[in-house]
T-cell receptor, first 112, second 111 residues
């Protein structure tokens, strides 16, 4: 079974802090994704990566950056956290960009 | 606006009843995927439909892909409390390569 592991289930940070969310997958998938999930808005793509050191902006990249130094690891960075970034963050991986995605259990991030 | 519109947004039914969730778009998709997300967990793939008019069954769940490949539906027969969750449809439009998700339908099945 594909395993996508997100480093934290819950995280509380303060406005202005730099926040790192980590995600690791064990299936050698080329593609990895970061989404945020808010009630009534569904999953919105922040960034995705189709190869090591390669990244592409999703629908809502503002205020975020990503890093993919190794194939199995994809990090989401909030450069200077703001309260409107309080959300559920989901990481996913897939074999191809149009293939079914395997998700982690999410990180519920609160910015105070 | 969402590329994929799901309806209804919320559905609450009694155990044993049937329900249908809809996923509609004005775009054509090469395939559509359905996921279920339970509280505290990430979405899990239920099924992928690929051919226009295709019907797939997964125990009490029936998935249909519209003939024009612009819409899909999920029908649950004799719903059980274990069917409770957020149901998401997702697909890649023909003119794109990224998966888009609908906003989801929250289904609650009362015992």
């Amino acid at each position: 079974d594909v395993k996508v592991t997100q480093s934290s289930r819950y995280l509380v940070k303060r406005t202005g802090e730099k926040v790192f969310l980590e995600c690791v997958q064990d299936m050698d998938h080329e593609n990895m994704f970061w989404y945020r999930q808010d009630p009534g808005l569904g999953l919105r793509l922040i960034y995705f990566s189709y190869d090591v050191k390669m990244k592409e902006k999703g629908d809502i990249p503002e205020g975020y950056s990503v890093s993919r130094e190794k194939k199995e690891r994809f990090s989401l960075i909030l450069e200077s956290a703001s309260t409107n970034q309080t959300s559920m963050y989901l990481c996913a991986s897939s074999l191809g960009s149009d293939q079914p995605q395997h998700f982690g259990d999410g990180t519920r991030l609160s910015i105070l | 606006t969402q590329l994929l519109e799901q309806s209804p947004q919320f559905l609450s039914i009694q155990e044993g009843e049937n329900l249908t969730v809809y996923c509609n778009s004005s775009s054509v998709f090469s395939s559509l995927q359905w996921y279920r997300q339970e509280p505290g967990e990430g979405p899990v793939l239920l099924v992928t439909v690929v051919t226009g008019g295709e019907v797939k069954k997964l125990k009490r769940l029936t998935f249909q892909f519209g003939d024009a490949r612009k819409d899909s539906s999920l029908h649950i027969t004799a719903a059980q409390p274990g069917d409770t969750g957020l149901y998401l449809c997702a697909g890649v439009p023909l003119n794109d390569y990224k998966l888009s998700f609908g906003a989801g339908t929250t289904v609650t099945v009362r015992a």
